[in-house]
């Protein structure tokens, strides 16, 4: 050991990186990018390896922007993790972007269903519902375009828009995302222009999903699907979506319905009552659910907005009554308009008030005319029945779906279904994260933006089909790993599991490698990871 030279002595990172890049190989990513992208023989890194390292950048959770990415790599064992002969200073930002900009060109949202669909029949993920939502990605920069509108129909424009993130200061794009039911895996993205609507794509987006890759799945959308327009569009198509509680049927509905109707779900905390409806001369069912968890909140929004409108009311009426009118049905109008315009209140015993004034100082003599004026006097109380009906409709909403049949799809599995609908909102919390590495986009064009955005989506694919397999093998094992308080879980997430596989270390001593650091929680934990993950830290 002696004779050792320190330069024949190298270490290397390689942390929870060893995981990403396994789950990488396990779904076929290098070889199906490369295969979809193609190659050149002279190239060093293809657009596979690229796109790989671009994910263990963004999975390193360092908050390191993509233009840092040759340095995120200094350090790190990156032929061991991305290719023989690659380097750090091959992860330079043009060949990235090349990359970015070959993908753009492609097409993005083929390159994503194609490498996620390839990815979740590997990983037997269950297709049978799908979840679409959408979601806001601001962007610092003023991304001005020089091109006429009509000239491609496809580009994305970067633009101010209903921001989801309550920042309208800032330019956005729009980013739609479709995960499955099971594991929240993400199968389908796409991105649109900043000011883009979610009712007029929808419809559409789950259309050409369906045809360009033969999937027969249940979609499940929010309100936003569930107009005239996109219903007829999806007659041949089975779906759950939620009814806008604006719609008039709807209202009466919710308003109508007797407490005794509903009754309990399987789901703890729900209660349900099924009925028949043709919105749009589609027949359907329609589900009134009732959530307590949903009350408790409607409730307690209800009394903050009683009590700004009481606030509101309260200085209207005072101004009101300092106003002077020429004549009595002048001010009684005045009056009446003021307690029509209040939502939950309203005037009562309005007077108007005769108030003779005269200009002269002291008593007026008895035959004196002075000038006369009216001014109102009213009683603020609330609105009764409007309350009332509020707190009827607190904690309802309204579930519709076009399969009739009980035994396909039944009342519960409506509920079931929409509650799952949540994958998609943990899928836009994971990329809207402000330790991933895209918080802020500094990329020069509105193509880079895109295929970045597309980038970001097979992070969170990387990332939930390793969360996904990961609890899997350990309810097949029937086990659990200690978590963040050292209590064993047998559902953690696989950021827990990336902090607990800090500070790992590939050592090479003339040539020969090892891992250092690898102890006897981390063994246990990485033998519930597939040997495509193993490999990285030499296991078997």
């Known amino acids: 050991m002696s004779n050792i030279e320190a330069s024949d002595i190298r270490v290397q990172d390689i942390d929870h990186c060893g995981l990403i890049a396994g789950i990488c190989d396990a779904i076929g990513l290098v070889e199906g990018l490369d295969q979809l992208l193609g190659t050149h023989p002279q190239e060093i890194v293809t657009p596979g390896q690229a796109v790989k390292a671009m994910i263990l950048n963004g999975l390193g959770f360092v908050s390191a922007p993509l233009y840092l990415l040759e340095k995120f790599f200094v350090g790190k064992a990156t032929e061991h993790l991305l290719g023989e002969g690659i380097r750090p200073e091959h992860l330079n930002d043009d060949r990235l972007g090349r990359v970015l900009d070959k993908m753009y060109a492609k097409g993005l949202t083929e390159i994503f269903v194609t490498v996620a669909l390839s990815a979740a029949r590997r990983y037997g993920v269950d297709l049978q519902s799908l979840h679409l939502d959408s979601s806001s990605l601001h962007v610092d920069g003023d991304y001005l375009s020089d091109r006429d509108d009509t000239e491609e129909s496809g580009t994305i424009h970067i633009t101010h828009g209903y921001s989801r993130d309550h920042r309208p200061d800032l330019k956005q794009f729009m980013v739609d995302l479709m995960c499955s039911g099971d594991g929240d895996i993400p199968l389908y993205l796409r991105v649109g222009s900043g000011n883009e609507t979610d009712s007029a794509v929808f419809a559409q987006l789950i259309l050409e999903f369906k045809q360009q890759w033969n ?57 349900i009552a099924a009925c028949g409806n043709n919105y749009a001369q589609i027949p359907q069912r329609w589900l009134v659910v009732k959530s307590q968890a949903r009350l408790v909140s409607d409730l307690k929004q209800l009394e903050k907005r009683l009590a ?58 008895k035959d004196a ?122 559902k953690p997430t696989l950021r827990w599991v990336f902090q607990c596989f800090m500070s790992i270390h590939l050592l090479t001593v003339n040539g020969v490698k090892q891992i250092t650091n690898l102890n006897r929680e981390r063994l246990w934990i990485i033998q519930f990871f597939g040997a495509p993950c193993r490999k990285y830290y030499l296991l078997s």
């Open 308 to 365: 700004k409108q009481e606030a509101k009311a309260v200085c209207a009426l005072k101004q009101l009554q300092s106003q002077q009118f020429a004549c009595e049905p002048d001010a009684l109008a005045a009056a009446a308009a003021l307690s029509q315009q209040l939502p939950y209140h309203q005037l009562q015993d309005k007077q108007a008030i005769e108030i003779i004034e005269h200009k002269k100082r002291g008593r007026p003599r």
């Open 369 to 490: 005319a002075g000038q006369k004026h009216y001014q109102i006097c009213a009683l603020l109380v609330p609105k009764g029945s409007v309350i009332d009906a509020e707190r009827q409709r607190a904690g309802l909403f309204l579930l519709a779906t076009n399969v009739l049949d009980e035994k396909v799809l039944s009342d519960e599995q409506i509920l079931q279904e929409y509650k799952a609908q949540q994958s998609a909102e943990r899928g836009f919390r994971f990329l809207k994260d402000p330790l991933f590495f895209t918080s802020s986009v500094f990329l020069k064009t509105p193509e880079r933006v895109a295929a970045l955005a597309m980038l970001m989506g097979l992070c969170l694919l990387v990332y939930s089909l390793g969360q996904r397999s990961l609890r899997q093998a350990l309810e097949r094992a029937k086990q659990t790993i200690d978590n963040q308080v050292s209590k064993p879980t047998a």
């Open 215 to 271: 999937v027969d799945a249940l979609f499940v959308a929010d309100a936003a699907l569930y107009t005239a327009a996109n219903l007829q569009q999806m007659t041949q198509l089975r779906w759950v979506s939620r009814v806008p509680a604006t719609l008039t049927s709807a209202k009466d509905l919710l308003q109508q319905i007797h407490p005794d109707a509903l009754v309990p779900s399987s789901l703890r905390g729900y209660q």
